[in-house]
């Protein structure tokens, strides 16, 4: 048995083959019936002629999109082929049957989501899943790489970290201060003290209610954390990371790019060149200049803004510094500046959004309690989290990224929902 791919792929002329996979497309004549089969690795046209299978010619007339089939036959180049090269069967068996398939074309998007499950096997699908695949992939290699321990959190969280409008609550028992994760990082910080670098991708939840092309309700979460870090290196690691997975994918995934009708060039200066590195503060003043968008002092960019801004560069850019006020406890106060935070977010180019949100740690525990009251929590609640500034705290930071939205930038999706097998929002839990 040979994948789809390796009949292109090599000299395969009028050699003889064996794939097995799904009938993509079908048509005959009275004497001929083409199907293009598809498999993981691609897409390749088959030929019955019906001198060959005069008894069984009612069987093949009637294959229809989606059944499963094994297919013997002889490989040869033809150049009016969709693929370049075609098969002569010579023999086939049916695996599985399949009914009339649902999907045609020009469905509607509300359609296609009903659908997802078999969405999924559509050539768009494919080549995203793959993309996302080596996401992954890419992800556990740099960190593994660059010496970090993969670290698991718990997903049912007694805790708020990210805003509690965001929260999902669960019923844990008949008890109702149990929440899904947004994040790992208030059971992150503790295990630095053993392992100093960590990293996860993992599942985090949050309540989103507005409908967005780049929020999920369930989303995949890389993040990671660093003992000893400053904020610069935080930053560092951010954009090697995100360096590196744009690599990769332009390795192995030109094919899928080509299909999704992504233009690669487009990601090539983010490999190639620096990040663009700014603060919250030089931020409003390019918006100002460049924009004509004029934000006050101590407001959080909007989305709308941080487009505007990711237009002007094709790298993602880093900006820092935000406001104490519109950003999370935890994150550091600017000892230059107390009204600011060492707090990052990387903004994909060409409008793609935030893709990464990071920062040092604040380490001075009075100054975490004294936020959390400012937001409006309870600090014994955070008994376990303040412990980490009581034994032997060292300067700290890290990041989370999305991996969704890495992947729609790269992929140049619309929505963040084909981003994802099964999309999560405030409208769709099903299939
Ligand atoms: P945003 O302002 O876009 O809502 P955020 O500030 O809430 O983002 P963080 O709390 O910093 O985001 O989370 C870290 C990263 O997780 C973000 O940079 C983003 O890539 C991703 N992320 C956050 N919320 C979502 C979501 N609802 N769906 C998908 N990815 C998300
Ligand atoms: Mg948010």
Redesign the pocket.
Known sequence: MMQIADVLSSDMEGKDVEIRGWVHRERGSNRLKFIVLRDSSGHVQCVFSRDDFEEKWDEIDHLQVETSMIIKGTARKDSRAPTGYEVKVKEYTIVGKSENFPITKDQSIEFLADNRHLWLRSTKMTAILKIRSTVFGAIHEYFRSEGFYEYQSPIFQAVQC?GGSELFQVDYFGRKDVFLA??WQLYAEPAIFALEKIYTIAP?F?A?RSKTS????E?W?AEMEVAWADFESIQNYGESCIKHILRRVLEKNSAELKVLGRDASKLEPAVNKPFVRMTYTDALRILKDKCGMEIEWGKDLRTIEEEKLSTLYDVPIICTRYPKKVKAFYMMEDPQNKDVVLGC??LAPEGY?????GSQREHDISKIKERLVEQGEDPSQYEFYLDTRRYGSVPHGGF???V??VVRWICGLDT?KDAIPFPRTIERYKP
């Open positions: 990210e947004q994040t985090s949050r989103e780049r929020h999920l309700t989303y979460h977010d990387f959004g935030e893709i990464i949100g989370g990224l999305g969704e939205r963040i």
